[in-house]
Every structure is written in structure tokens, then in C-alpha cells.
Nanobody
């Protein structure tokens, strides 16, 4: 059974940082990519970043470029999303998802975690 569990969310002031973690287990061998998405209240879910397993290919949404960094530790089955220079508009529930190819399209992902809340406010 595939499981993804996010952690690391919290409340920070603008300009602050957080590191989100996504621990995954039970992954089918052909599912190799982890993506991060977020959903703010009243808004549609949007892609943030993703990383492939074999070559570490990464993609970032424009909103994440230069501020967020995705990385993975395959030995720990964990993917990290380092959030820096956070803004109030980054406030959202952040989800990780497991997919078969690196893409910022949520249709590429089959398994999803429950999410972790990130709140940025002064």
C-alpha cells in the first residue's frame, strides 16, 4: 500500500523559512517522481515543484523559482521542499504526490498525501 506523509508545516512571518518533508512507502517500482503541490483557501490546487528519482530532474513553478528548493534522499524515501523568503501568498496546504514521470501537471500523479499547512503572516 502506497503511503505519503507530509510534515514540517507551520506558521512563519514573511521572509521566514520552512522545510517540508514527504516520506513515502510502498512505492511501485515504476513510480519514480515526487511532486509538491499546494492549495490555498478558495483556490485551485497548483504545482510547486517535482523531482525525478533516477536522474534527479527538477521542475519548479514560476512562483517557486529562486525561493524553493526540492531535494530527495532515496535511502530515507524522503523528499524535501525547502521554502525560503516566504510570502503571505504562499499560505496554503502543501501536498506531496507520487507519479511516474517528472511533470508539474497533477494528472501525472496517482498517490497523494494528506497535506501540511503553511501559514505566512505577520
Amino acid at each position: 500500500q502506497v503511503q505519503l506523509v507530509e510534515s514540517g508545516g507551520g506558521s512563519v512571518q514573511p521572509g521566514g523559512s520552512l522545510r517540508l518533508s514527504c516520506v513515502f512507502s510502498g512505492s511501485p517500482f515504476y513510480k519514480t517522481t515526487i511532486g509538491w503541490f499546494r492549495q490555498a483557501p478558495g483556490k485551485e490546487r497548483e504545482a510547486v515543484s517535482c523531482i525525478g528519482e533516477t536522474d534527479g530532474t527538477t521542475y519548479y513553478a514560476e512562483s517557486a523559482q529562486g525561493r524553493f528548493t526540492i531535494s530527495r534522499d532515496n535511502a530515507k524515501n524522503t523528499v524535501y521542499l525547502q521554502l525560503t523568503n516566504l510570502r503571505p501568498e504562499d499560505t496554503a496546504v502543501y501536498f506531496c504526490a507520487l507519479g511516474s514521470y517528472a511533470s508539474l501537471r497533477d494528472a501525472a500523479y496517482t498517490y497523494w498525501g494528506q497535506g501540511t499547512q503553511v501559514t505566512v503572516a505577520s
